[in-house]
């Protein structure tokens, strides 16, 4: 399994060694098997010089039990390194993210080509596959991206939900296991002091996740000292109030007994989830740093290494990155087990199929992330002069409905504002204990997990999860959000009350910051359409965009009727709703998003009516869709070197780049009556024909001298995109 | 109490209203005082046309105990509507917001001046004192801004913390009460929902802090219907695991002995906090909405007033905005009473001052948020060619340091990285259940509950709260600490780790949105110091900011030493750091923040050598502070109308406004080592020196036409500003 010739022992067993084998209760094999893996994460940390020691040495004997078959009578995980995404694995999740050495060590002895002894070698290396936290775009055999803690476990709720539900939809009475895989994850005190994970736990005891299993590392240590520092809840307490079955295993150094019995129990118990807190030492065999904060983020140091190895058996102190052939062979025939489990579950799935036909087509379809054919038919188009305006909020549920109804993958829900986020999927039930194939998800008050969640369904495969917020809320899930774009899951995020223009609820409810925030994200598309033609542009860049996450933008407030949307137009990001009366350049362009749009046209109107000022309204409802258009079609949209003024009742911050002077937020809002709202922040059609006009004549004084906006070179991706 | 004379009620009971009367424990005119709490809320919203009746009619009960004076024999608070900020008032949090009619008529029953019965008749209007949800800078009365879940019930924790605090550090056996109030809370379930206050509870079960009593109104009902939905934990067993004292009061519609009792237990329950939990029934006596989610976020509907009016005791179904004498008479009692107290507190503290005049003129000085004289007097300089290089987090240290020797005011700490952050206030002590005195807190892992409980700190007063974690994980704090800019708080965040630079830990640590994040947020400063002056300027800006948060990033890795840095320059916000050769324009402006800046130093001395290309380097901490500067000054630093390249190594978005092309982020980053990183994203100095060498040649070829980005209208402001 390993790519070099395992290392043969020559040196002696030290008294500590022997000493150690003699109180394990225990096969010696598994010991060393466990004491390997403590060794080899020293190693790499020590290697790379940065990194976590502590976590992975304490949970090598979670990771050992975790890493033996089911199918060999293990009580761990069923996997494949052949097809690290087959979709009926094991997953599993290193909630604390930041003990990763653990996870590709694990994926090393398991046979995972990412995670080859040189790989491990070059550990938290620029260009590695073995980053210094878990990137499930870098190394296959990671599910998601953890490290910034709460987020594994959360994500893993996820992952059992979305396991669930495809097990109610696709089993049958004679093929129950199409999907019938656990989640199991390792985390942390950190990960569980994170408010996210108290939300998606709660929500997980609601939902009765029978399928989730969590170890948690109970090592009584955080960075800055022990845990009675700042932590001294009553965790199992806490747990069984969230309706988790909670087991306590003491001690896991001196045998798995205890463990292997509170799995074997978890996997029983199918009607809750299962938390099991394991007491742990930290850096577990260093005789210096043992139980000490010391050997949590930073390298042991080699004669501590060099201790390690000669107080734990079957380890050679001398020996780097060592792994003894029988080790390397037991990992090998877990692994082995693992993917006869694959080979007999796709015999299985064959039948599945012939047995089955339409439900495996569709599964397949599902888990190849291919849009049914036709998903965008039943889009509903707006028609000029005949459809009546509304808001933009409604215009996303009859999009979310449009394509809903042909794409079972589109699941999610709401923090508790469905209505209010028109998010229901008509006729659609709820995903609850009792009625796992609905697929509306009430996710309660709780957005930070609702965002995490999200990502563990679709890391989870077969999904496009949905999910719904106000959009200032979206600030309590920013955490999360990042992870979508980062881990390039494509989830949509339904947004509404997009502006001040909510009303009076006031400025605690009326985003400002957090377009620019999410437009600032990379890897994020931002749609805030201006109609119902717009908004079914945003619902199909959202599903085209697998791999990006896209956050649509509704208002709550009805919009009027605008004559020259489009969706096709409004596909490329940017498009003129609006041309200029007569030829050549307009005199005035005025750049408008969502709400703001129709009123730049009853502005332009005026202007041109008027003053004679020949005005152009461009709709640029995704920035993102726009920068990837070419240079010549982006010039002829926003020509740069005609006056230029944007308009969007958010942050003016990043508008620079698109115009030369802004109709934008620089304060907070205010509790009031939209209407009075915007006269009041300016975005009223008559104050945005007098900026407009000030514009134009600003620029008159200077002798027509308008700085080119486009007259910039491009450096973006300077050096290349990252990944 | 009223501005109106009080109703006359002329109307005959009704059948209803009798029974109700009947069926009470308790005294008439109590009922009487309750049902008229509910019957200004459904009238405020009624005349508003939206906003929350059911919360405030479900918890009159509740507020009515509150609000009886802790003097007069009652259970509840002390305050004084003669001096709304009194130090020892007893607080109170209205932390679902939404509920703020309650709010606003309890304390126009108070005679608070800002909720006349003209502004409950304006109720979520523009321009009133009584806006959609609680805003402490609007309305007297009103301790923070609440509305976004869960931030209430945190701040509660750290108005508790602020007062044990100050408590043990200000009283003195002979003056036991200088500072020996309580903080009350109303929370409904979606508080309870959010991670938030869970992070925030189980600290405050920590920390034992027996002032705080929170009263959970435990209506069963959502947004979206009932809890059962999805929250079905066992919240009582979920807050003793926390180490709360949980009480359960059955109902209150009927009688308020339950609850005064748990009130009373809660106030005699000093070592730990109490969580009350009181059944009580949304939209109580609406005969068509009690207990239905419909009640939650809309008006009742003018017949549905009239039949609760004509089936609750005491009030007249026809008339509105009612507050017969012997209602209004009741409060106003109740107010006088704590405004007695007040007055006793007052005659106190003079005896205070004159037995311990340093402690009482600091404690007024604090109270005050006036700075120490010679505050900034310790700050270090660097001094070049002397002093070592190193990391703006290790010259942050010292500048928190050098200010906190003299202002006690500072307290606070980190998320579980007080080291990594280098925070530690040197030879301080941890604040913990035994040790209130101490200033240093150890907030677990737990950033958004540290930002909720340091905007809580803030909002009681004698406080200048700090808290740390990296920057990247601001993105889980976002939503408590848009509420310090909000709610016009100076929380000082001390934020680490601020670019790629942090290397290994890679992309899921590494901050790329979240300085644009920050810098499109209204009243928020940030600061990116290049070096130890420029940190001393960070932090004279952040503490002079009393009504503005700041952010202060810092790196983990040493910075080169910088020749012409300046703390006076630094607080403007951006300067020039290395001038042009010679006279005249120069040919290049390279501008950059933090760590980015030696490196420009170093590509424009470059430039300068081999390419004869005078380039200026201008170093620019602070956006918001420039901003302040006038024009003259502004373009003296950043011309404009010269080729000028901006180097930051976070998201390039934002910067169009500073510079015609952008050295940034444009994807995440990845895991490595620093160098290789700033390499990898052209962050390097020869990269950079190429890039403003391109940049140069561009304008070159068009023929040296430079857009002026400075020939732009201001149109910052537009309107004016909000508040």
Redesign the interface.
């Known amino acids: 399994m390993t790519n070099e010739p395992p290392t043969k022992r020559i040196h002696t067993e030290t008294d500590h060694q022997t000493s150690q084998l003699a109180s394990y209760k225990g096969s010696p094999l598994e010991l060393k098997c466990i004491n390997t893996i403590r060794a080899l994460a020293a190693d790499m940390v020590q290697k790379?010089n940065?990194?976590h020691p502590g976590a992975p040495m304490g949970c090598a004997p979670m990771a050992h039990l975790l890493w033996s078959a089911v199918s060999s009578g293990g009580v761990g995980r069923d996997h494949s390194a052949a097809d690290p995404k087959w979709w009926n694995r094991d997953r599993f999740v290193l909630s604390n993210?930041?003990a990763c050495a653990l996870q590709y060590i694990m994926l090393h002895l398991s046979g995972y080509e990412d995670c080859s002894i040189d790989q491990l070698k070059a550990f938290?290396?620029?260009?590695?596959t073995t980053?210094?936290?878990p990137?499930n775009f870098c190394t296959k055999g990671v599910e998601v991206?953890?490290?910034?803690?709460g987020q594994g476990i959360s994500n893993a709720v996820g992952m059992a939900i979305a396991a669930k539900h495809l097990g109610a939809t696709y089993n049958t009475t004679d093929f129950p296991n199409v999907i019938s895989n656990k989640t199991y994850v390792i985390c942390g005190?950190?990960c569980l002091?994170?408010?996210?994970?108290?939300?998606a736990c709660?929500?997980a005891?609601?939902l009765g996740l029978g399928n989730l299993i969590v170890l948690y590392d109970d090592n009584k240590i955080?960075?800055?000292g022990g845990t009675d520092?700042?932590?001294?809840?009553?965790?199992?307490?806490?747990y069984?109030?969230?309706?988790w079955q909670v087991l306590t295993v003491d001690d896991v150094a001196n045998g798995l007994d205890d463990l292997r019995a509170a799995i074997e129990e978890g996997k029983k118990t199918t009607d809750k989830p299962t938390l099991i807190k394991v007491r742990t030492a930290i850096g577990y065999g260093s005789p210096n740093k043992e139980g000490k904060a010391s050997c949590h983020g930073a390298p042991l140091g080699a004669s501590e290494i060099e201790a390690v190895k000669s107080r734990l058996y079957g380890l050679d102190p001398l020996k780097s990155f060592c792994i003894d052939e029988d080790v390397a062979a037991y990992y090998a025939q877990q692994a082995a087990e693992g993917d006869k489990a694959r080979v007999a579950w796709e015999a299985n799935f064959a039948k599945y199929m012939e047995a089955y036909p339409e439900k495996a087509t569709e599964l397949q379809r599902r888990f190849n992330q291919e849009l049914v054919e036709g998903a965008f038919d039943d889009l509903p188009t707006f028609v000029y002069g005949k459809d009546k305006p509304d808001s933009t909020r409604k215009f996303s549920e009859a999009c979310l409905n449009a394509v809903a109804s042909k794409a079972p993958e589109l699941m999610g829900g709401?923090a508790?504002?469905?209505?209010?986020n028109c998010c229901q999927i008509k006729g659609a039930t709820?995903f609850q204990k009792a009625s796992p194939e609905g697929r509306m998800i009430?996710?309660?008050?709780?957005?930070?997990?609702m965002a995490a969640i999200s990502n563990g369904m679709f890391a989870y495969g077969g999904m496009r999860p949905f999910c719904a917020t106000f959009l200032?809320?979206a600030?309590?899930a920013?955490?999360a959000m990042?992870?979508s774009?980062?881990s390039k899951f494509g989830v949509i995020y339904i947004m509404t009350h997009d502006s001040i223009g909510l009303?009076?609820?006031?400025?605690?409810?009326q985003p400002?910051?957090m377009l620019?925030?999410l437009?600032?994200?990379?890897?994020m598309n931002v749609v805030r359409a201006a109609d119902l033609n717009e908004m079914a542009a945003a619902y199909q860049i959202a599903l085209k965009s697998v791999n990006t996450p896209t956050v649509i933008c509704c208002t709550r407030a009805p919009v009027s009727a605008l004559e020259h949307s489009s969706r096709d137009k409004a596909m490329k990001g940017g498009y003129i709703i609006l041309p200029e009366e007569g030829d050549g350049a307009p005199d005035l362009v005025l750049v408008a998003t969502g709400s703001e749009v129709w009123r730049c046209v009853d502005a332009a109107k005026a202007l041109q009516s008027e003053h004679s000022i020949r005005t152009r309204v461009v709709s640029m409802p995704c920035q993102e869709a726009f920068l990837e258009q070419d240079e010549s079609y982006r010039r002829s949209v926003l020509p740069g070197n005609i006056p230029t003024l944007s308009v969007e009742a958010s942050?003016?911050?990043?508008w620079?780049?698109w115009s030369?002077?802004?109709?934008g937020?620089?304060?907070?809002?205010?509790?009031?009556?939209l209407e009075?709202?915007f006269?009041?922040?300016?975005f009223d059609a008559e104050?945005v024909a007098n900026?407009g006009k000030?514009?134009v004549e600003?620029y008159k004084q200077?002798d027509g001298?308008?700085?080119?906006?486009n007259?910039?070179?491009?450096?973006?991706?300077?050096?290349g995109?990252?990944?």
Chains 1, 2 share one sequence.
């Open positions: 790379a940065s990194g993210g930041h938290r290396q620029l260009g590695s980053p210094g936290h990137e991206c953890t490290g910034p803690l005190d950190g002091q994170e408010g996210i994970s108290g939300e709660s929500l005891g609601h955080t960075i800055d520092l700042a932590f001294t809840e009553d965790v199992k307490m806490r069984e109030a969230y309706g709401s508790d504002l469905t209505e209010s709820d009430r996710f309660g008050v709780r957005e930070h997990a200032q809320f600030g309590y920013l955490g990042r992870c774009a980062l009303g009076e609820d006031g400025p605690t409810h400002v910051e620019e925030s437009r600032a994200m990379p890897n942050s003016e911050h990043g620079h780049r030369h002077a802004q109709v937020m620089t304060t907070f809002g205010m509790s009031g009556p009075e709202l006269v009041k922040f300016g104050n900026k000030e514009l600003f200077l001298a308008v700085p080119d906006l007259a910039r070179p491009s450096f973006v991706n300077i050096k995109s990252a990944h």
